[in-house]
């Protein structure tokens, strides 16, 4: 294998493309390794999303809170009660 390679570096070389041969590798590489790096990517979130789902269909008690961007609160959220005084907010 290494000698096939030698032989046509050295074959491009005489022909003179060499350079042509060496940018088209070099952009095939390249293409190749973007694809690679986005494929892995947007598995790898597909696969986080998917584990976050079963958590929370196994968890009720985790699907009832749902978690801001920011990493949550501390503050209970729930129905508003009529117990608390008349409070006048406006002035």
Do not use: C, W
Request: overall charge positive; charged content about 15%.
């Amino acid at each position: 294998m290494v000698v096939f390679l030698l032989i046509l570096v050295l074959l491009l070389a005489a022909l003179g493309v060499l350079g042509l041969a060496l940018k088209i590798a070099l952009a095939l590489f390249v293409g190749m390794t973007i694809a690679l790096v986005t494929v892995a990517a947007v598995g790898y979130y597909m696969i986080r999303h998917q584990i976050r789902k079963a958590q929370r269909s196994f968890n009720p008690a985790m699907s009832a809170q749902r978690p801001s961007a920011m990493g949550g609160t501390s503050v209970e959220v729930g129905r508003p009660t009529r117990d608390d005084p008349p409070v006048d907010d406006r002035y």
